[in-house]
């Protein structure tokens, strides 16, 4: 391990880059569908060992100094999202002849600026370097700090946090409900990069004890929490989730949206599944509904008489506001309405959080002028809701919805348990086919539903549809492609471990005693020298 360690640290040039790129890129297989963390357990420390060897000029500035960390992350970075991201890629061969011209600037173009976060993780990290296990918890900060801007910057873009690799199953889902993702994301990646300390064998006891407790108190506490008796239901819902599995060439196609319309209306409709009631909710997927319901008022006369006493659907829609289709003056929201069985939309709610160059362009005015236009929503450009509320379901019970990737943002999905008992998330992920990217959204929507301790419900267009309960176990699922529905009974009782203002601040205190852990180490260390 030494010999290895000692080749790796005097790497040099290109190949420190081409070690750093392969690194990133192997840690892709911890995520879903992949989930083989053990991979992660390789890729780090070899990232600390080329740190330990990334140093510049004494007698430079400090950015000459710091360049080599970075170049050295950024690298990292980019491996890992070239490798983890490509699939994003199949959005453009969707309308290949109007967007395959795109395909290397999505590819390359969104990996080459997100490596950007773990350049400057590994700058704060190098920063508080030290060589003995204070780099490991610098490291931790440095990657749970870049992990938490990324949530938030530029819009943010969350994809793929480094702490889901750590929790790929329910056992080891469990710890989010404490720490939320800014203590998973400094935990993984402290664990991870452990093994390490095999090299220089410094510090290798405390390593090993500390890897010891906190592996143990991973899954410790993931068994406590999935063992525990569940709190009694005050509540139940019988749902049904529709998977039509459109084809997303013919999703806009005028002549073929009312088979759509009547694919949808025949899966609501069939008889309940064995052992089920029939069901109170019904989900339909985002953008599922192929027309304006202000176009289409028969529309929700079928509904109507689609929906029995007391059932409510739940389907996402392109809604329109302030004129016709043909209107300059029409603004379009990417929306969930809530229909009653009297064929009335009792309720809507609208995304907030676009998809940038999917749903709208940032700087229009600017891009316009070289003939860059969105390049993956359909026919529309939206504009983005100003709140989002719950929606009362049949019984009063209340859900929030959230629409495609909004799951994903840890902060955006914080649900005050004592005004929402469910989560609910409709997504179009037919865009990406059978790729990792649907299945990587799945496992972050999970996620969601562990940290808030509620019930998630999720109608995906070609799937993943599903029912996950407060503790992260599906309990049951439609395969990408399948088309079909599925009917659950949903038992209604918050499940919230602690409040999500609380799970953030220990998220905070966790990164934050990494920091001051290297940091107290890397002076000792100078004092030391001194």
């Not at 290949?96 to 993780?121: E, K, Q, R, S």
């Not at 702490?163 to 800014?182: D, F, K, N, R, W």
């Not at 506001?321 to 309405?337: L, Q």
């Amino acid at each position: 391990m030494e010999r290895l360690a000692g080749r790796i640290i005097l790497l040099w040039g290109w190949r420190r880059s081409l070690v750093a790129f392969f690194a990133g890129a192997l840690t892709v297989l911890g995520q879903a569908p992949y989930d083989f963390f053990a991979a992660c357990f390789i890729s780090f420390p070899l990232l600390v060992w080329l740190l330990d060897g990334a140093t510049g000029e004494a007698s430079g500035s400090l950015l000459r100094r710091l360049r080599p960390a970075f170049a050295v992350g950024w690298w990292f970075g980019f491996g890992y999202f070239l490798a983890g991201l490509w699939w994003i890629g199949s959005a453009l061969l969707v309308e290949a002849d109007d967007f395959a011209w795109a395909l290397p600037f999505a590819v390359v173009g969104i990996p080459f600026a997100l490596a950007f976060f773990y350049g400057f993780a590994t700058v704060v990290a190098r920063l508080l370097w030290s060589s003995d296990i204070g780099r490991i918890a610098a490291l931790a900060f440095g990657f749970a700090l870049a992990e938490w801007l990324r949530g938030f910057l530029f819009t943010g873009f969350p994809w793929n946090a480094i702490g889901y690799a750590a929790m790929p199953v329910p056992l080891l889902m469990q710890s989010v409900s404490v720490t939320g993702m800014i203590g998973m994301n400094a935990l993984a990646v402290f664990l991870f990069a452990l093994p390490a300390l095999l090299a220089a064998r410094r510090h290798l006891r405390l390593g090993a004890t500390l890897f010891v407790v906190l592996a143990a108190a991973h899954v410790g506490f993931g068994y406590v929490r999935l063992t525990a008796p569940e709190k009694p239901a005050t509540r139940s819902l019988d749902v049904r989730i529709v998977q039509p599995a459109v084809d997303l060439s013919e999703k806009w196609d005028a002549s073929v949206r009312d088979r759509i319309f009547a694919t949808l209306l025949g899966l609501s409709a069939k008889a309940p599944d064995p052992g089920h009631e029939k069901p109170q909710l019904i989900l339909w997927p985002e953008t599922s509904v192929p027309f304006l319901f202000t176009e289409r008022p028969d529309a929700l006369t079928a509904l109507g008489d689609m929906l029995g006493d007391g059932q409510m659907l739940i389907a996402g829609v392109v809604r329109e506001e302030g004129g016709s289709a043909a209107s300059a003056d029409s603004r379009y929201y990417n929306s969930v309405v809530a229909i009653n069985d009297k064929g009335e939309i009792a309720d809507a709610v609208d995304k907030v959080h676009l998809v940038p160059f999917g749903e709208y362009l940032p700087f229009a005015d600017l891009l316009a002028r070289f003939g860059i236009e969105q390049l993956v929503a359909g026919p529309l450009t939206f504009t983005a809701g100003n709140e989002r509320h719950a929606i009362t379901l049949p019984g009063g019970i209340r859900a929030l919805p959230f629409i495609c990737y909004e799951v994903i943002f840890p902060d955006l999905v914080a649900v005050d348990a004592t005004s929402s008992q469910l989560i609910v998330n409709v997504t179009n992920d037919a865009w990406f086919g059978d790729t990792p990217g649907p299945y990587q959204h799945f496992r972050q929507a999970q996620i969601r539903a562990v940290e808030n301790g509620l019930p998630l419900l999720r109608a995906a267009n070609n799937g993943i549809s599903a029912v996950v309960d407060s503790r992260g176990r599906v309990v049951d699922a439609l395969a990408i492609d399948a088309r079909g529905a599925i009917d659950v009974k949903v038992p209604v009782s918050a499940q919230t471990v602690i409040s999500s203002s609380q799970r953030r601040i220990n998220g905070m205190l966790v990164m934050l005693l990494f920091a001051l852990v290297g940091g107290l180490l890397n002076v000792r260390q100078k004092l030391r020298v001194n």
